[in-house]
């Protein structure tokens, strides 16, 4: 296990959870979070639909945190540098959504965001490790994307140790992240496999005590976390 003080742990709330018609007085409950995870879903790439850049903007207008945009939509080289423009820190397609993964990263890149790609858990993750270093960000998905509330998928965790393993390898700065079914029972496993970057949403909205439920995760999974 490594030592707590050389690991940063991040802890991005995912606005799915949230109370949307209350969403100001949400983003305020999150204010010790490092992001807030907001994702974009078309009813297309994944069979759920949420919301588009104007609510974004808006929550980017209002968000006490930076925001991490998370795309589930098709044609991401196309919509994706919009949500970077709007002035969000770190915005993520979906390997699987996009035609030029590496150009639409270094777009990203270029206007100011930083430039994640995500992998469905079909996905293998080998296919990202030559590119590794035009990714700021890497995110694998620990359920089916599409609808919070989900179970954590255990079998997810060697895929994400041989991420680690060649990041480390080659060593690559990238940020590991893992979204679904992330909580105090799960957080631990998925940074002892690597992960750095965690997306937790009633884990951390349905707490009576936010703030608290922060704290726990990011503890959680620091002391987990191996080298």
Do not use: C
């Amino acid at each position: 296990m490594a030592d707590v003080a050389d690991f940063d742990v991040r802890i991005n709330p995912s606005i799915l959870a949230a109370d949307f018609v209350n969403m100001q007085a949400e983003l305020a409950r999150i204010a010790t979070a490092d992001f807030v995870h907001v994702d974009v879903m078309d009813n297309h790439f994944v069979p759920n639909l949420t919301f588009g850049p104007q609510m974004v903007e808006r929550i980017q207008a209002t968000s006490p945190v930076p925001l991490d945009v998370h795309l589930m939509i098709s044609d991401a080289d196309r919509w994706a540098p919009e949500y970077a423009e709007i002035g969000a820190a770190s915005v993520t397609f979906h390997l699987e959504a996009a035609a030029q993964p590496v150009d639409l990263a270094r777009r990203l890149r270029s206007i100011g965001a930083r430039a994640g790609v995500a992998v469905k858990p079909a996905t293998p993750v080998e296919q990202l490790f030559d590119v590794l270093d035009e990714f700021d960000q890497i995110l694998v998905m620990t359920v089916e994307p599409g609808f919070g509330g989900q179970s954590f998928m255990a079998d997810q965790m060697p895929k994400l140790r041989r991420l680690a393993d060649e990041a480390r390898r080659r060593g690559s700065q990238v940020w590991l992240q893992v979204d679904g079914g992330v909580g105090e029972s799960t957080i631990a496993q998925a940074a002892d496999a690597g992960a750095d970057t965690f997306v937790a949403g009633s884990a951390v909205f349905g707490a009576d005590d936010p703030g608290a439920a922060i704290t726990a995760l990011r503890s959680a999974a620091a002391s987990a976390h191996r080298h």
